[in-house]
C-alpha cells in the first residue's frame, strides 16, 4: 500500500471518466443526469421511507424511470427529527444508476467487473480521512439518545420487521491467519445505542465474513469488524459482488474506480476502511454468544424469522462533518438489491461459461430476477446451431458454479430474448420435449430460501429449449411490413407503443424459395399468377392437409425412378 497524507479532495466537482469517489459525488452525479429526486418534506424514516420508494418497483414503472431518493427532512415515529438526510435507491434502483456509480455505461458494466478482477489496484493508505471528521466513543455512544441513534436508520419491512436495519453495508473484516480483508453487504439490526445484531450467511457459498468468525471462534477471540455505510459506489459495489475467497476486494474496488481506493485506519479496531466513507461503525462480534435477530423481509421474498446471529460491540461511530445515510431496498424482487447484483453477477456466469469452460456457442446469461430473485433460475441462449453436446456443458457449468445459483437454468436459442418469458414459455412450448431434453438431477443445497424445512434437500433442473430443427417462420408480417406501419401508427398519433418481442416474423430455417415468391407476388397484388401455377398442379386421391412437398417431393423420386 502507498501512503499520503492528503486526508481532503475536492469532492464537488463531478468528473467524467471516472466512477466518483464518494457518495455525495455520486448523488451530484445522479442528480445532474435527472436520476436523482429529492424529498423535502417531512418523513418518517420507520413507516414511510421505504414503503414511498417500493412503491417504484411494485407500481408498474419500467425500470429506466425509476429513481434515487434523497430525504432531506427525516423525523421517526418517536418524533425525532434527524440533520442527516437519507439516501434510498440511490446504489442501484436501476442499472442507470448503477452505471452512473461505475462511471460508465450500461453495457459496460460486465467489462469493467472482469476488467477490475483481472487488474486490481492497491489502496492507499491516508492520514485525517473525510470519515473520521466527527468521532463517537465511549460514554457517548450509551447515552439514552447518542450512539446508533443519532443515525436515521429506516425499517425496511414495516409491520413485518423487528428493527431499523442497516442495509446498505459493507461490513469489513479480517481473516486473522492470512490477514486478508473481506467486505460483504449483511444485514445489521438496531439492538442498542451501542449493539447491533449482524447477520453473516452460513450457507455454503455464503458470507466470506462468517469464515472469518469462525477462524475468530476457535481462537475464542472477539472478531473486529468495521460496518461502512456510504462510500464510492466502486467500493460500495463489492460489497454484494461474489469474488473469491481472499481476493482484496479494496484492490478490486481500485480496479474499478481506476485509481487506489483511500484508506484509513479504523479508530478503535486494526481494520481499514475507505477515508472517504459517509458513517463508519466499528466494533466487536462476539465469537461465543450469539443473539436472536429478525424477522426482516429477505430478497428471497418471504420475511427470515428470527435466527440466532452476531452481536456486535460497538467501540465507535464515525462520521464526515455532514454525511449521508444510504439505505437499500431489498425483500421481494425486483428491488435495489437485486439489480445491484444482477448485473454484477451475470458478467461472472458469462466468463465462467465462456472463458473457463470454454463453451462454443453461447452468447448471454440472464438471471431471472422477478420475485425469484436471480439465483433459482436461469437462462443461457446460444447461437443457432450450437451442438447439444455444448448446450449441456454450459447447463451444467451454470447449475454448479455456485451452491445457491442455477437451481433451474433454461438453455434458448439466440432468437429468444430471455427477458421474455412469454418467449422462453414459446421455446418450451414447442423447442423442447420433456422426455428427452429436460433433466433433474438430486442433493442440490438448499440455498438462498425460507427455513421451512430447513432439513430437506433441493435438486436441480436443466433444459434444453433451444431449436433442434429447422421449423416455419414466425407468423407475423415480416419485419419490413411491421417497421413501415410504425411510422404509420407513429403519424396517426395512435397510443405510445413498447415493442415486445418477437414483433415481426422471421425465417426459422424450415422454408423454400417457392414461397417467397409467393410471398413476393402477394404484395404485389399478383397472386393470380401464383393461382394459375397452384392450378397446373391439382391432384386426385389426397387427403387434405396433406403437405405438398411430401407428394411432389416423392413424385419426383418416382420420375428419377
Ligand atoms: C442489500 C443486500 C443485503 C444483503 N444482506 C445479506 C446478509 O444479511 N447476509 C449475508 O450473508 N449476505 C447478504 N447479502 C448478500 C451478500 O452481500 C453477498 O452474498 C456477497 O457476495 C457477500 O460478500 P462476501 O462473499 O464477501 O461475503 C446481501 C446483499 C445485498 C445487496
Request: glycine share 20%; with cysteine.
Given at each position: 500500500m502507498n501512503d499520503s497524507s492528503a486526508g481532503k479532495r475536492d469532492t464537488k466537482a463531478p468528473q467524467r471518466g471516472r466512477p466518483p469517489l464518494d457518495f455525495q459525488e455520486h448523488l451530484a452525479r445522479l442528480e445532474a443526469n435527472g436520476l436523482l429526486v429529492r424529498i423535502e418534506r417531512p418523513i418518517n424514516k420507520d413507516t414511510e421511507i421505504h414503503p414511498l420508494v417500493r412503491w417504484q418497483f411494485q407500481?408498474?414503472?419500467?425500470?429506466?424511470e425509476r429513481r434515487a431518493f434523497l430525504f432531506t427532512n427525516v423525523t421517526d415515529a418517536a418524533g425525532r427529527r434527524y440533520d442527516i438526510p437519507v439516501a434510498v435507491?440511490?446504489?442501484?434502483?436501476s442499472p442507470a444508476i448503477y452505471a452512473v456509480g461505475m462511471g460508465r455505461r450500461v453495457e459496460e458494466i460486465g467489462a469493467a467487473w472482469l476488467n477490475a478482477i483481472a487488474h486490481p489496484i492497491p489502496p492507499v493508505a491516508v492520514s485525517n480521512?473525510?470519515?473520521?471528521e466527527v468521532v463517537i466513543t465511549g460514554d457517548e455512544l450509551r447515552r439514552p439518545e447518542g450512539g446508533l441513534k443519532r443515525l436515521p436508520v429506516p425499517i425496511s419491512t414495516p409491520g413485518f420487521d423487528a428493527a431499523p436495519y442497516l442495509t446498505a453495508t459493507l461490513c469489513i473484516t479480517r481473516d486473522?491467519?492470512?490477514?486478508v480483508a473481506n467486505m460483504g453487504t449483511y444485514r445489521a439490526a438496531l439492538k442498542a445505542t451501542d449493539r447491533l445484531g449482524v447477520r453473516m450467511s452460513s450457507r455454503v457459498g455464503g458470507a466470506g465474513g462468517y469464515l472469518h468468525w469462525k477462524k475468530y471462534r476457535a481462537r475464542k477471540e472477539p472478531m473486529p469488524c468495521a460496518i461502512v455505510i456510504g462510500c464510492g459506489p466502486a467500493v460500495a459495489f463489492t460489497g454484494p459482488q461474489k469474488l473469491e475467497i481472499d481476493h482484496d476486494e479494496m484492490a478490486v474496488a481500485g480496479g474499478l474506480a481506476g485509481a487506489p481506493i483511500r484508506v484509513a485506519k479504523a479508530v478503535t479496531v486494526d481494520l481499514n476502511v475507505p477515508a472517504d466513507a459517509e458513517i463508519v461503525i466499528e466494533g466487536l462480534i462476539d465469537w461465543e454468544l450469539l443473539e436472536p435477530e429478525g424477522p426482516f423481509g429477505e430478497s428471497h421474498g418471504h420475511v427470515a424469522l428470527e435466527d440466532f446471529n452476531m452481536s456486535m460491540q460497538v467501540t465507535a461511530i464515525t462520521h464526515k462533518r455532514a454525511p449521508v445515510f444510504v439505505s437499500i431496498v431489498s425483500q421481494v424482487t425486483p428491488s435495489e438489491s437485486s439489480v445491484m447484483k444482477k448485473v454484477a453477477y451475470e458478467p461472472l456466469f458469462l466468463a465462467h461459461l465462456r472463458?473457463?469452460?470454454?463453451?462454443?456457442g453461447i452468447r448471454r446469461v440472464h438471471m431471472h430476477e422477478p420475485l425469484t430473485n436471480l439465483r433459482k433460475v436461469m437462462f443461457l441462449q446460444f447461437a443457432a446451431a450450437t451442438p447439444r453436446t455444448e448446450v449441456w456443458r454450459a447447463l451444467n457449468g451454470a447449475a454448479n458454479l455456485r451452491a445457491d445459483c442455477g437451481k433451474v437454468v433454461v438453455a434458448v436459442s439466440d432468437d429468444i430474448d430471455p427477458e421474455n418469458v412469454h418467449g422462453v414459455l414459446w421455446s418450451l412450448a414447442y423447442r423442447a420435449n420433456p422426455i428427452e431434453d429436460v433433466h433433474i438431477s438430486p442433493y442440490r443445497?438448499?440455498?438462498?430460501?425460507?427455513?421451512?424445512?430447513?432439513s430437506a434437500t433441493d435438486s436441480t433442473m436443466l433444459i434444453d429449449a433451444t431449436l433442434k430443427h429447422p421449423m416455419p417462420p414466425l407468423a407475423l408480417p415480416a419485419r419490413e411490413f411491421m417497421e413501415r406501419a410504425r411510422v404509420i401508427w407513429d403519424e396517426l398519433g395512435l397510443p405510445r407503443l413498447s415493442p415486445q418481442p418477437p414483433w415481426h416474423g422471421y425465417d426459422l430455417g424450415d422454408w423454400a424459395a417457392v414461397w417467397d415468391d409467393y410471398a413476393r407476388r402477394a404484395v404485389e397484388g399478383s397472386w393470380e399468377t401464383t393461382g394459375t401455377e397452384t392450378f397446373a398442379r391439382r391432384r386426385r386421391g389426397l387427403t387434405p392437409e396433406t403437405p405438398v412437398r411430401d407428394v411432389e417431393d416423392r413424385s419426383k423420386d418416382l420420375d428419377l425412378d
Open positions: 407500481g408498474g414503472l419500467p425500470e429506466d435507491g440511490a446504489l442501484a434502483s480521512p473525510p470519515c473520521q486473522p491467519d492470512s490477514g472463458e473457463e469452460l470454454g463453451v462454443r443445497s438448499l440455498g438462498h430460501g425460507p427455513k421451512t424445512d430447513a
